[in-house]
């Protein structure tokens, strides 16, 4: 004894979590996290929903909740997900998490047997990979076209690990590629997960921040046979720093997942819950979220119009429809040395790789963030990227 | 497919928890519960906080964070456990936790395979058993007497399990019992994970508590081979719905728990963190806690008096010197009927079987809470309890 457990042994920090201690330098242009932009935080509106808590209802702010989470925001969100199809009042139950990656730890919890697989688009967000690997989990990616997930793996992915836990995936802007997957793509995904009953993980953390086009169903919003979890967050909308996120899906599941909170936070901090209840409700949350629309719409058009205009053609990127991260891809050559050479630059993107069930892949991409720096640090850091790559490519 | 895990599929919500349901009418005197008292809740000095982390510091509150927890508190923390000599600052790590069930929670996963043996304290806290449940640990109890866990049977039921992950103790004021470990049977439980090189978790979430008697030093301050694991928490002396515990272990233990917190919670809430910090900073803590023991060993006296006034002689009790519970032992008879006959009379109390290894043992056991109550609840609580056990005992 004294070692690890089986399913910990081999989990270490996450690569971006290494690059981010790197990004607080101050004269560190950071293309490489996922922070929201801070400018959209309400802090005025949060500083009176405090006050009016401490003078109003204190105990409950401060004293034991139940794990499901705090009543009257479990019904605003049953509420208004009912309204887009994604909450069933008859079969569905919903409760409160420490943001949706509690979600995706609970749900591996719940439902994964070590040894089982599990399913992912590939690249896709690290931190949930991460909490799989936690399970012992074998982790399987699938490629993406610029629709979703290839459908064709997937089908081949399935028949070959009849021992599937769920599939994971990120619809709507996904993270890291900025992607969102065609209706056709999500009607299909439905087909194979009841054609091999397996679950579906829809984690739609960004689902929200939509700044262009239009929104697509969401995957839960049509499953007729109770098979997709859905995991929300208020991190990108109201604060990260508050950790509220929801985990919505057939009772069984939630009850399984109430006893799996139960015994790990007990309940979501109970005055966080209250502040993003009274927000949302005593405050225009409408054109709260019409407002981050309009900043991150900015940020994103701002890096995009730079990169097209300044680094060589042969370098493509993504074009999001919402979210926070623009996907790049190089021509040729070799990923690390250029984003070595950027981080020399001290402007911070992060490898593809990062992204990968296989980190030793081949990778020929990068992550950009858009939501954290300011408009001079965009124009500024796609200058020195686009210097970096003209050395390496032709323009 | 669509089964749940293995870990999880046996796992029921806790037996308290149903009966904490029931102590929510008005009409209730609940014994049954954990909560600590609200009227000791800080909320003048929570609310001057807020306002002071909205006017100067916001964006750090609602922003993420990094997962190991707030630094200016942490820092607080190692030099209050060092001069405690339960922190090294060589060999030690800390990190913040969503309360200190989450280090339960954490600690299983990073230390504990499927099928392994957890030894703890019979009876124990439900909420720890059952974290260690939902990672399949094989759980084993071993009795207590008046000065703690016994040592022969545990010596015995080491040597018989050599695939034991940890011993779980709470050596102050034990949930349920209210009994503190003697320092000779301190000293001779790390004599046995020294002999069989096993963990022991350290839970001491009532350690400031202590109303009457001498401290007895921890055994993590004891320990020479870092095998003892601490979690602490300010959910008693704080507030509990902010949700901030703690965790402290040797460097390498730590780092795999920074890991499992990274993938399920993230970080805990950084707005919760701020204000415990500046709670225990920027006010005068120690009259703070000076306070809420002068509280609970008042209501502690109160019940023990009424106890040993009303009750029938030959039901026992323990005289607790801190914490929050005291656990009665009835003679004979019908334990259930006991608890169903005061549940009647509209006086929640909690059978000592919700806190055994194996509810289905027999158990002549209860546990009564006294920090919750008022004192005219607690007293006429006892009148009731006193009438059902003479209408079963003899006086």
Redesign the interface.
């Known amino acids: ?2 070692a ?5 042994r081999r ?4 690569a971006i ?1 290494e690059i981010l201690k790197f990004t607080s330098y101050p004269d560190v242009i950071s293309f490489a ?1 996922g ?2 932009a ?1 400018e959209a ?1 309400p ?1 005025q509106e ?2 009176e929903i ?2 009016d808590i ?2 109003n209802d ?8 139940v794990s499901e989470g705090y009543t009257p925001l479990r019904d605003w969100l049953k509420d208004d997900l009912a309204n887009k199809g994604i909450f069933n009042w008859n079969n569905d139950d919903l409760i409160i998490t ?2 949706a ?2 979600v ?2 609970m749900t591996s ?6 040894g089982d697989a599990i399913i992912c688009e590939e690249p896709s967000f690290i ?1 949930s990979l ?2 799989f ?2 399970y012992n989990a074998r982790l399987l990616g699938v490629p993406m076209d610029d629709e979703g997930i290839d459908i064709e793996k997937l089908d081949e992915t399935l028949r070959n690990n009849r ?3 769920f599939i994971y995936l990120i619809p709507n802007f996904q993270n890291p590629t900025g992607r969102t997957m065609s209706l056709e793509r999500r009607k299909q995904v439905l087909e194979l997960a009841y054609k091999y ?3 579906i993980i829809e984690d739609n953390p960004y689902g929200d921040l939509r700044f262009s086009g239009d929104d697509v169903p969401s995957l839960r919003s049509m499953d007729t046979k109770g ?1 997709v979890i859905y995991a929300g967050t208020f ?1 990108k909308t109201v ?5 509220v996120g929801y985990m919505v899906a057939e009772k069984s599941v939630i ?2 997942a ?3 909170l ?11 819950q209250m ?1 993003v209840h009274r927000f949302i409700t005593k405050y225009d949350y409408p054109a709260h979220l019409e407002k981050i629309r309009g900043i991150y719409g900015h940020k994103c058009d701002l890096m995009l119009t730079n990169l097209k205009l300044k680094m060589p053609s042969s370098i493509k990127f993504t074009e999001p429809d919402g979210g926070l991260f623009i996907w790049g891809t190089l021509p040729s050559g070799d990923m690390d040395y250029f984003v070595k050479k950027a981080i020399e630059r001290k402007v911070a993107i992060v490898t593809g790789k990062a992204f990968l069930v296989d980190e030793n892949k081949p990778c020929m991409s990068f992550r950009l963030n858009y939501s954290t720096p300011r408009d001079d640090q965009i124009e500024k850091g796609v200058d020195i990227l686009a210097e970096v790559a003209k050395s390496i490519y032709k323009a």
């Open positions: 004894m004294n690890f457990s089986d399913r910990i989990l270490q920090p996450s979590r996290g922070n929201p801070p935080f802090v949060v500083k405090m006050n401490m003078d204190p105990i409950t702010a401060l004293q034991y909740s420490a943001g990656q509690q995706m730890e919890k719940v439902i994964c047997n070590e931190g991460n909490s690997r936690s021992r599937t836990a009953n397996v679950y098979l991190s604060a990260p720093g508050l950790r009850s399984k109430i006893c799996a139960q015994v790990s936070t007990v309940h979501t901090s109970i005055l966080s502040i």
